[in-house]
């Protein structure tokens, strides 16, 4: 069974940086869609940024201030945020999906790590 453990995750000022990282157990990169979400009290899990292949894709409220990294040699998935505002806070999940099959039909494998928080506050 295949494990993410994300760290990294703290408290930052407005306009600080934080790197968040993930250290997946087994090789899973080529076979999932890797990407960090995350989920503030009484709000929806979101995503943030994900990343397959060399292609990526972020969310529009980040987008321009974090950047998604992962390093296949080592299992691990980064996330780097910049300017970071108060509303960026929430805790911060890693998580590992694809598209599973039978002869009838399709659905989300999903893997998650257990969080990480991450406050922004002056």
């Known amino acids: 069974q295949v494990q993410l453990v994300e760290s990294g995750g703290g408290s930052v000022q407005p306009g600080g940086s934080l790197r968040l990282s993930c250290l997946a157990s087994?090789?899973?990169?080529?076979?999932?869609?890797m990407g960090w979400y995350r989920q503030s009290p009484g709000k929806e899990r979101e995503l943030v940024a994900e990343?397959?292949?060399?292609?990526?894709n972020y969310a529009a409220r980040v987008k321009g201030r974090f950047t998604i990294s992962r390093d296949s040699d080592k299992n691990t998935l980064d996330l780097q945020m910049n300017s970071l505002k108060p509303e960026d806070t929430a805790v911060y999940y890693c998580?590992?999906?694809?598209?599973?099959?039978?002869?009838?039909?399709?659905?989300?494998?999903?893997?998650w790590g257990q969080g990480t928080q991450v406050t922004v506050s002056s």
């Open positions: 998580g590992a999906r694809k598209v599973v099959s039978s002869a009838s039909a399709s659905w989300w494998s999903e893997i």
């Open positions: 087994g090789d899973i990169f080529d076979a999932y869609l």
């Open positions: 990343i397959i292949s060399d292609s990526t």
